[in-house]
């Protein structure tokens, strides 16, 4: 069973940064695709990024391109979402994702993703 927990969100002022992290267990010897997500209230839920691992590979929602990283150090190190230069509209809750792959490209679609973290809260004020 993958079992999924995230950390560091908080609240920040416009223009500021945040890292998220993402700590993944349960999944030893297979290749998942990690995902961020964000659901504002009222809005529905949009994939952010996504890494591919082991292996590296990563996708970016326009949204994020540009402001927003994923990377994760090693196969056994958590995932990570450095939000940069943040803009009120980011407010959100962000959950990570997991799915199984043979696939070396990862999707953005949560409907490919079955195992889900409880979320930490991303508040930026103006």
């Known amino acids: 069973q993958v079992r999924l927990v995230e950390s560091g969100g908080g609240s920040v002022q416009a223009g500021g940064s945040l890292r998220l992290s993402c700590a993944a267990s349960?999944?030893?010897?297979?290749?998942?695709?990690i995902g961020w997500f964000r659901q504002a209230p009222g809005k529905e839920r949009e994939g952010v990024a996504a890494i591919r691992t082991p292996g590296g590979n990563t996708i970016y929602a326009a949204s994020g391109q540009g402001r927003f990283t994923i990377s994760q150090d090693n196969a056994k190190s958590p995932v990570y979402l450095h939000l940069t230069s943040l803009k009120p509209e980011d407010t959100a809750m962000y959950y990570c994702?997991?799915?199984?792959?043979?696939?070396?490209?990862?999707?953005?679609?949560?409907?490919?993703?079955?195992?889900w973290g409880q979320g930490t809260q991303v508040t930026v004020s103006s």
């Open positions: 349960g999944y030893t010897g297979y290749t998942l695709c």
């Open positions: 994702a997991a799915a199984f792959v043979s696939s070396p490209v990862c999707s953005l679609s949560e409907s490919r993703y079955a195992h």
